[in-house]
């Protein structure tokens, strides 16, 4: 009885008995590497119903049929077509918000949409995904640049404007899911009031607590209500002695990055 798998984003039909190394002789001998549901493989397996197998040879540039596939084959079996429906907005595009839509575009997410009024300036360049040829861009058109060189398949909305109570929701009611991305503690605040009250059921992630260089194992993301999280160590904010670097916003973006996939997954919070 014939079964279906997926081989480089196409599926085939195959008859039992059929093994991995089998299967890379017919449909691309010249390949490098074997990726069996999300994993790099050496040795010889026997293929199963629903499995997706990636061949790919290094330093070969695919065609743009292939190329979305490959980009997702290291996948986890089953993320990559919940990932791709989601859109998340992103709040701010400084040390956190460009690390985080940095970490959402390599994942594959379907619709970013991100909100910013600043420029890239020299002081960013400590902690934020910028480069000195893009100092005096507007940090909203930078940040598509770099984004689109990563996955051109996600769809990037980007909204130059300083976000106020007026405008956040025009900007988000798309979104599935919002990411905080400020500096300061009261536009923290106005945005997760403002959000929450119009969209009870979406879920918002704040950041709080990520200055200087205290333990990694500081930063921790907490459930605050329904749908309220809050990534940080809930103590050290930015000030006088107690500036924001790479090593501790990265972590915190990248919780922030991680609680966005956790929630697209459906897991339970």
């Known amino acids: 009885m014939d079964f279906t798998i997926t081989v480089n984003e196409k599926k085939i039909n ?24 999300g994993a790099p493989i050496k040795e010889d397996f026997p293929i199963k119903d629903g499995d997706i197998i990636v061949f790919i040879k290094k330093g070969e540039f695919p065609n743009q049929e292939e190329l979305e596939a490959l980009l997702v084959a290291r996948h986890t079996p089953g993320v ?44 960013n360049l400590n902690r934020q995904q910028y480069f000195i040829e893009q100092i005096g861009m507007k940090k909203v058109d930078a940040l598509d640049n770099i984004l689109q060189k990563i996955n051109p398949y996600v769809k990037i909305i980007k909204h ?3 976000i106020d109570r007026k405008n956040i929701i025009k900007i988000f009611k798309s ?16 945005l997760a009031e ?64 991680n609680l966005v996939l956790r929630l697209i997954m459906g897991e339970n919070l």
């Open 80 to 123: 990559h077509a919940k990932v791709k429906k989601a859109v998340i907005g992103i709040a701010g595009a400084g040390g956190l918000g460009s690390q985080v839509a940095i970490a959402l575009t390599r994942l594959g997410i379907g619709k970013l949409i991100i909100a910013d009024h600043d420029i890239v300036e020299p002081s």
């Open 175 to 190: 979104a599935d899911i919002l990411v905080e991305a400020f500096d300061s503690p009261e536009s923290k605040s106005m």
């Open 14 to 37: 195959l008859k039992h008995g059929v093994s991995i190394s089998q299967l890379h002789k017919r449909i691309k001998p010249d390949a490098d590497i074997m990726i069996l549901n």
């Open 160 to 162: 130059f404007i300083k």
């Open 194 to 257: 403002s959000y929450s009250s119009e969209f009870p059921d979406k879920p918002i992630i704040l950041a709080s607590g990520l200055a200087s260089y205290y333990s990694n194992n500081d930063i921790k993301t907490s459930k605050i209500s329904k749908t309220i999280y809050v990534v940080g160590d809930l103590m050290h904010e930015a000030g006088t002695n107690e500036g924001l670097m790479a090593p501790r916003v990265g972590i915190a973006a990248h919780h922030q990055a």
